[in-house]
């Protein structure tokens, strides 16, 4: 930078020596008096250093200006960015604050989501942040009243939504797909939830659709009944061939919890003997499906009867 700075003096100065040199030449040329050619020389040795200054310093304050804009630019950019999240920020305080949730939940959720950071494991970072989106588009489908789907079986929300009912379970459980269920650490799990909700009062109904040619399920289904009415749950059973036909096709596994939602699964067929596995399961919000499905509980429940103890 020095040097960049001794070559433009010397090019300042071998510049207007050039200008007076060449000014005395042409003075002398037209025989003028020494003292004329003298000063018209310095003279315009002085105009050239000083045009040469103007310059350079004009030079120098357009690139100041330059700079300027785009540090002024910048920081205007920094300044909108930082009200931009202050706004977003006051926004979602307030949306938390006017929601119905609780507050002090969602403001958990939000301090132990910052606790993890780049500096974590990278393994839990990523995982945290593909579980973080995962519930931020589950949570977006509820809000929109949609369709979630799980690829296959999923027992928190079984579970949850169990725990969490308030007027109403009506479950559809075909013998096919449950088979095992009951004695098993997920049957046993929902069926100490949904004594639970017998216990808030809240009315838990299921239908077992039977097949009476398999006998040798219909053991395993009575002592479930016995099991799960003691718990509070009213249970009646539904032979298929009773059903009428347009409604048989109808029937699959699904659980309407308060009438605003509905729990369905889809199973795969497997071994003979073996429990079916479910290939996925869905959290239906539409009203009108959910209406339906309430509607054809209901058409079932009248056509089943009551075990014989």
């Known amino acids: 930078m020095q040097t960049a700075a001794r070559s433009r003096v010397v090019r300042r100065v071998a510049v207007t020596l050039a200008i007076g040199a060449l000014t005395y030449l042409v003075t002398d040329l037209f025989e003028q008096p020494q003292i004329l050619a003298i000063a018209l020389s310095i003279l315009l040795g002085s105009v050239t250093l000083i045009a040469q200054f103007l310059i350079e310093f004009e030079q120098r304050l357009a690139v100041v200006e330059e700079a300027q804009q785009v540090r002024s630019q910048r920081m205007e950019d920094l300044v909108w960015r930082a009200f931009s999240r202050i706004n977003e920020a006051t926004e979602l305080i307030g949306l938390v604050e006017t929601s119905k949730m609780e507050t002090e939940v969602l403001t958990q959720l939000l301090r132990n989501a910052t606790r993890i950071t780049p500096d974590s494991s990278p393994l839990v970072f990523d995982f ?151 290939a996925e399961t869905r959290l239906v919000l539409r009203g009108s499906r959910v209406k339906e499905r309430s509607q054809f509980f209901d058409e079932l429940w009248e056509l089943a009867v009551t075990p014989a103890r």
Not at 218 to 238: A, D, N, T, Y
């Open 128 to 278: 945290v942040q593909s579980e973080i989106s995962r519930m931020s588009d589950f949570l977006k489908e509820l809000a929109d009243g949609g369709d979630v789907t799980y690829y296959g079986e999923d027992r928190d929300w079984l579970l949850g939504l169990t725990r969490n009912a308030q007027v109403s379970i009506d479950a559809i459980s075909l013998a096919s797909v449950d088979r095992g269920l009951w004695t098993s650490e997920m049957g046993q799990r929902y069926l100490h939830a949904q004594r639970g909700a017998a216990e808030r009062k809240v009315a838990v109904r299921r239908v077992f659709v039977i097949d009476r040619r398999d006998e040798g399920i219909e053991p395993e289904i009575r002592r479930s009944c016995e099991e799960q009415s003691r718990m509070g749950i009213s249970v009646r059973l539904l032979d298929r061939a009773d059903i009428p036909v347009p409604l048989r096709v109808q029937v699959f596994d699904f659980i309407v919890f308060d009438n605003l939602m509905s729990y369905e699964t889809t199973s795969l067929s497997m071994e003979e003997d073996a429990r079916p596995a479910i």
